[in-house]
């Protein structure tokens, strides 16, 4: 009796790891906008997305361009504090265009800590997302202060020759745009207040 394939070649986008149809219908089946959540290395991009069958509707966005571009923040866009001011940005945005209660969509990676930040930014801001408190950093990730201590332990570290620095090493891109990363907590409090200024 003739048999099927051993094999079933997936859908393009699952090759390409851009999609898990399995995850996607059991969100799309909850009936609420999806709270999409995407980290690279050098940035972060936040959606709050409404599904139709013609493709899905994006409400509103938020990148951590934004928050370099709009709200001076020179701390690097692809970091853990940088993935909690923008998730904090696109919950104070979908709360002013109403887009109701939400669920996480945060795709196919692994490794999470960013995905999570961001997260935790958008139920800071007020968001109602279905969350387990255990996965999000711990609010000094979230402020940078991890950033603070290491930058003051190498900043006093002897460098191995004479016209390297490993603080300038490690921070270069910082001493570039002109600022000291051991004040990245207080700059997070105060974007935060801008954002809220603004989204009042």
């Known amino acids: 009796m003739a048999k099927g394939p051993s094999y079933r070649v997936h859908f393009r986008r699952r090759r390409e790891g851009k999609t898990n149809y399995y995850l996607r219908r059991n969100l799309l089946l909850s009936g609420k906008n999806r709270v999409v959540i995407r980290p ?78 961001a997260l935790k930014g958008v139920i800071d801001a007020g968001m109602d997302v279905p969350h387990s408190g255990d996965v999000f950093p711990d609010e000094e990730r979230l402020k940078g202060k991890h950033i603070e201590n290491f930058a003051k332990v190498i900043k006093d570290k002897k460098p191995e020759e004479e016209d390297s620095s490993p603080f300038d090493n490690q921070f270069s891109a910082y001493k570039k745009a002109g600022v000291d990363p051991s004040k990245i907590s207080s700059q997070v409090d105060a974007i935060l207040k801008k954002i809220d200024k603004e989204y009042a």
Do not use: M
């Open 40 to 117: 690279s290395v050098k940035n972060i991009v936040c959606q709050v997305v409404d599904a139709h069958l013609k493709g899905d509707i994006i409400l509103t966005s938020a990148t951590s361009k934004e928050l370099e571009k709009k709200y001076d923040w020179k701390f690097g866009r692809g970091n853990v504090p940088a993935a909690y001011l923008t998730g904090y940005l696109l919950g104070k945005k979908a709360l002013k265009v109403n887009a109701g209660d939400c669920i996480a969509d945060i795709g196919l990676r692994v490794h999470l800590e960013r995905t999570y930040a």
